[in-house]
């Protein structure tokens, strides 16, 4: 099917409800999967989807995505380029194309959003357009990061996909939620009946739920980041305390317990306290653990002479 301009308003679906994680890693083609080596710096990518919004034949969903592009990236036109891959990449048949069957309803409630598989078997077809927007912290030209903030810049670029202004709007809504180190993608499959202006209410309001969600799944992975982190430290730091006090035979080994992960805390209010409460703990060890390394490193002193004066 043709990409066009669609005109004319049409009754609307109601708005979604709630916004819901993906798996980016079975998401994306080969070409990402520089992104995906375990040895990369660059973290795992995180992938949210909008719920599916109806309108007459039309049915819109939006997939956000946390993009952190190479360093070599310095220009909108590098950057634009980086996005093409990714949106290129995302397979969103695979993603959604099951439950936008299911629901029966906008472009897949005639047949307009539906195709046969080359084994027969029915399948949603591709979208007719797939527009999007990308806003990142990428360096400045000749700036290498060790300057600190000074050296990034915000960068920012967007394509319509053949609906006029699509792209445009998916930015807008971008910098409205704050989104940054972020790719939305909002899908539409056109089923014939033209929405006019009223598009661009159906296409912020998915692109809005979709990059909220991912902000909010990035807020609560750096909280778990840095309360793991700073339990590992605090465990190292009871350690030290430990040895200063003689007790590392009895007490050692019970300070090797596992680091959690917290994936089960999605609440980040209770993951900000948390972290809070840990920040406190490692204020409170911090003068213990230093009277603990004079303590270590006098007795280490004393068996070095001892040893010394025992070769003599």
Known sequence: MSKRSHHDD????????????????????PSLDTWLKPSSPVPQPLLACSPPLHASSSTFISLALSFVPPSSVRTAESLRKEALRAVHALDVVRLVGADLLASNEGC????????????????????????????????????????????????????DDGERFGGERVLRTLRETGAVDVLCVVCRWFGGDMLGPARFTLIATVAHTSSKELVAMLARRELRTAISALDAEIVEMRATIVRGEGKETAQEGEGKTAVPTYDDIDDVSRLQRLLRAR??????????????????????AEAEALAREAEE
Do not use: C, N
């Open 10 to 29: 049409h009754t609307l679906s109601p708005a979604p409800k709630r916004a819901r994680q993906l798996d980016a890693a079975a998401a994306l083609a």
């Open 108 to 159: 897949f409630a005639h047949g307009e959003g539906r195709a046969t598989s080359r084994r027969g078997a029915e399948r949603a077809r591709d979208p007719d357009h797939k527009m999007w927007a990308v806003r990142t912290l990428a360096l400045a030209e000749g700036r290498d990061g060790t300057r600190g903030d000074g050296d990034y810049q915000l960068l920012e670029t967007s394509d």
């Open 279 to 300: 920040e406190m703990t490692q204020k409170s060890l911090e003068k213990r653990v230093g009277w603990a390394a004079l303590e270590i490193a006098r007795v280490q």
